[in-house]
């Protein structure tokens, strides 16, 4: 599995790919500090990626904006996009919702919720979840 990750924080970027080691060394990690590195990164590919983790808060094109702009092309339609930022304003979270995300987590304050939480993500059959407003945001339980 290939996972890309995209935020402007080096810290998040790296504290996301030791959860992930720890969840499966076998997943790949590509990450990107910006939007325009994401978008040259899925338009040129390999890498292709299973998943795609986008913060919202970001200079330049914003997590909001690249979703729109990767929603509206037919080659990622299907690829599952998790929102992972602190943004807990409900109408952004609406919004990504609307514009097609499959999911939304609030980034945690430590590293074992971030784990948990990315976990239980991963595990998301994305070819059955059917997200609705309801279900979106994960909630730790």
Known sequence: MTIFYTDDDEDDLEFFKKVIRLIDES???????DGTQLLDALDNPPPCPSVLFLDI???????????EI???SEK???LPIIMLSTTNDVLVIR?????GANYYVPK????TELRKSIE??????????????????????
Not at 57 to 67: K, R, S, V
Not at 108 to 111: G, L
Not at 122 to 127: D, P, V
């Open 120 to 141: 239980h993500t991963l595990k998301i059959n994305w070819q059955d979840f059917m997200p609705e407003f309801n279900n979106f945001v994960y909630i730790d339980k």
């Open 108 to 111: 945690p304050s430590s590293f």
């Open 76 to 78: 990622h339609a299907q």
């Open 27 to 33: 997943y790949s990690v590509i990450t990107h500090l």
């Open 95 to 99: 919004k990504a919702h609307e514009l």
């Open 57 to 67: 808060n970001m200079p330049g094109f914003n997590g909001i904006e690249l979703l």
């Open 70 to 72: 990767i929603r509206k």
